[in-house]
């Protein structure tokens, strides 16, 4: 999905979370159209989550930008083509300099392609990236979010989601995975658009991947 485009499932989600839950209804209500997007492809998208791991998003975009200057197109051929100190030269550590590798090996091995994961579903998609060096469930589940515009994803571990749902459920008092779980299921099956008016109840400005 491009940058600025709005999934067309969304008007109609929207509608039906603020039929079933007042308070999404006030907080849909309360913050202006999303427009949910990526900067890049597939390959790209993931990349710039290895590149952003542990670090600030000012450092992050600097390393990208020496990284995005030194590979001229960010392909997986052309990073297993450069060499491991001239991606060290960017920035990366030794260990993100590894899993841009194996993350650009599995996209070179991928039969489907860059983007073949439109007859795939979520679990099959988290099951796959997952099993490549430095992606996590939470990089996946970003990834099926902004790159993918996947409907239903609620990425349980995402702390401001969590602290979101604690201010607005449970006046600021902790909640567990399971309160969670059951407070959630009754945005099925469009817990992406609960979750990103969760998180622009916390921070109006949207964030893109």
């Known amino acids: ?13 929207c509608r039906e979370l603020g039929e079933n839950d007042p308070l999404l209804a006030g907080l849909i209500a309360a ?4 427009r949910l997007g990526s900067r890049g492809n597939a390959f790209q998208t993931l990349a710039r989550s290895i ?11 600097s390393v990208w930008t020496r990284f995005a200057t030194a590979c001229e197109t960010v392909t997986p051929a052309v ?23 194996d993350l650009a090996g599995h996209f070179e091995r991928r039969p489907a392609g860059l983007d073949g994961w439109s007859g795939m579903d979520d679990d099959d998609i988290i099951a796959e ?3 490549v060096r430095g992606i996590g469930v ?3 589940q970003m990834f099926l979010i902004f790159h993918l515009a996947r409907p239903d994803v609620l990425p349980m571990a995402d702390l401001g989601l969590r602290r979101a749902i604690e201010m607005a459920y449970s006046r600021g008092r902790a909640t567990s995975p399971r309160q969670i779980a059951r407070l959630s299921s009754a945005w099925r099956p469009w817990r992406t658009v609960a979750t990103w008016y969760l998180w622009r109840s916390l921070d109006p400005e949207p964030v893109l991947h």
């Open 1 to 13: 999905m491009q940058t600025g485009q709005r999934p067309r499932w969304w008007t109609g989600a």
């Open 51 to 61: 590149v952003g791991q542990q670090i600030s998003v000012k450092a992050a975009q």
């Open 79 to 101: 990073v297993l083509d450069a060499s491991p100190d001239t991606l060290r030269s960017c920035g990366l550590s030794g260990r993100k300099v590894e899993y841009m590798r």
């Open 31 to 34: 913050h202006p159209p999303l």
């Open 129 to 131: 990236l997952t099993a």
């Open 138 to 140: 939470w990089t996946v």
